[in-house]
């Protein structure tokens, strides 16, 4: 497709189970990122990746969060023991990595997360 | 670290009318760049406007202008000939011109639009 993909749509899961999070970026771009959008906190970052560079980290909650890139494509976020306060829509956006304000990120539908 | 404040949780306007969404921001950075995102009910963000902080001139894209000012770190999005299919959230978002390419989001604000 042309645009950046995520799924599951929606995920429900109860409290302590693992779950996982798929994004696929739009093909050719390099730079790929994560946020969180919840109603308390509004829309936080979470992960960056950039080609083959170490990942900028800084914004996981917690060590139950990690992500990782495969290929350089597709991202799978991973959140270990969920808890209900990481019940969130959990956007994915891409962008061509360039340098400059040209570089937009093209955001993707999200997964709504419940945790019960 | 960069705080972005949009301080109208909601707003509404008549159709064809015109509106201004309000945002302000903190950086100790000289050189940065300003986003208008918008987020209709399918939850896709769509970037709507940007800005980078050392031009002067004010960005627009069709009925979607700009106030930019620097010095009092300011960023309004003004729609002009409001349309039923710009409701939405509206979020302003700030981005380093060094170092992270993460965005600074806004809490954001609800615009309905009514006919």
């Known amino acids: 497709g042309a645009g950046v993909s995520q799924s599951p749509s929606n995920k429900v899961t109860e409290k302590g189970k693992d779950v996982e999070l798929r994004c696929d970026p739009i093909?050719?771009?390099?730079?790929l990122y994560w946020y969180r959008q919840s109603l308390g906190q509004g829309l936080e970052f979470l992960i960056y990746?950039?080609?083959?560079?170490?990942?900028?980290k800084s914004g996981l909650p917690s060590d139950r969060f990690s992500a990782e890139r495969t290929g350089g494509s597709v991202s799978t976020l991973t959140i270990q023991r969920t808890q209900q306060e990481d019940s969130a829509v959990y956007l994915c956006?891409?962008?061509?990595?360039?340098?400059?304000?040209?570089?937009?990120?093209?955001f993707g539908p999200g997964t709504r997360l419940t945790v019960l | 670290a960069q705080t972005v404040t949009q301080s109208q949780p909601e707003m509404s306007v008549q159709e064809a009318e015109t509106v201004t969404l309000s945002c302000t921001y903190d950086?100790?950075?000289?050189?940065?760049?300003l986003f208008w995102y918008k987020q209709p009910p399918s939850r896709q963000m769509i970037l709507v406007i940007r800005?980078?902080?050392?031009?002067?001139q004010n960005a627009t894209e069709n009925r979607f202008s700009v106030n930019f000012q620097k010095a009092a770190k300011s960023f309004s999005l003004k729609i002009s000939d409001s349309q039923l299919g710009d409701a939405a959230m509206y979020f302003c978002?700030?981005?380093?011109?060094?170092?992270?390419?993460?965005?600074?989001f806004g809490k954001g604000t609800k615009l309905t639009v009514n006919p």
């Open positions: 956006a891409s962008s061509s990595g360039g340098t400059g304000w040209t570089d937009t990120q093209y």
């Open positions: 093909s050719g771009h390099t730079a």
């Open positions: 990746f950039q080609g083959n560079s170490a990942p900028d």
């Open positions: 950086t100790s950075e000289s050189d940065y760049y």
């Open positions: 800005q980078e902080a050392y031009k002067q």
């Open positions: 978002a700030y981005r380093s011109a060094i170092g992270s390419e993460k965005l600074v």
